[in-house]
């Protein structure tokens, strides 16, 4: 894996409680991208960041909002978790050449 | 419509054959096009990454994009139980631009 480590990789929650998921890089690339992958989807795009404190939307940003205050630190924040975001949650990193590296990935089950 | 189109398959094919891997878009904007292999429960990694127009090969495996019809494939020679996984292709239009996923074509190579 290209230094990307996705904590926690397992996570079970109730409905209507916040949930965080980190991803944490070593490759000081400048962009770090948060995707959900279900059946039939793909991978679709949450967010992604392209600096420190740099952030925007992507296709399916709805109830989810991200931080990034450092470098190598990207978090993804449920504010008030529902069914419909059990997921499995893939952070990803690029220096911009359009390559995207990705981490193991977080599953995520709200019940 | 989707912007990248791609058949989910299953796709079974016995061990030794040819396997052709095809994606459609609709955006003639893409410049980036990437194919990544997924194992079941891992993160995608990065098989091919081709700019433009053309072919690339790397060993066994050899990418083709045609942007006159909009359309990407991933050919697998001499295939092997291995190869078996789940195909995602991508595309970006800018450098550093966010990636765009097809919903990804489960193949399984029969030994």
């Known amino acids: 894996d290209a230094g990307i480590t996705q904590s926690p990789r397992h996570k079970v929650t109730e409905t209507g409680t916040p949930v965080t998921l980190r991803c944490h890089q070593t490759?000081?690339?400048?962009?770090m991208y948060w995707y959900r992958q279900d059946p039939g989807h793909g991978l679709r795009l949450i967010h992604y960041?392209?600096?420190?404190?740099?952030?925007d939307k992507g296709e399916v940003s709805d109830g989810y909002s991200v931080s990034r205050s450092k470098t190598e630190d990207f978090l993804l924040t449920l504010e008030s978790a529902t069914s419909s975001q059990t997921s499995v949650y893939f952070c990803?990193?690029?220096?911009?050449?359009?390559?995207?590296?990705f981490g193991q990935g977080t599953r995520l089950t709200v019940v | 419509q989707k912007e990248v189109e791609q058949d989910p398959g299953p796709l079974s094919v016995p061990e030794g054959a040819i396997v052709s891997l095809n994606c459609t878009y609709s955006n003639s904007a893409f410049q980036y096009f990437m194919w990544y292999r997924q194992y079941s429960r891992k993160g995608p990694e990065l098989l091919m990454y081709t700019y433009s127009s053309g072919n690339k090969e790397d060993g066994r495996f050899t990418a083709q994009v045609d942007k006159s019809s909009k359309y990407i494939s991933l050919f697998i020679r001499d295939s092997q139980p291995s190869d078996s996984a789940t195909y995602l292709c991508a595309m970006s239009g800018e450098y550093g631009n966010k990636l765009v996923f097809g919903a990804g074509t489960i193949l399984r190579v029969k030994s």
């Open positions: 960041s392209y600096g420190v404190k740099d952030t």
């Open positions: 990803a990193i690029s220096e911009g050449t359009s390559e995207a590296f």
């Open positions: 490759e000081n690339h400048r962009y």
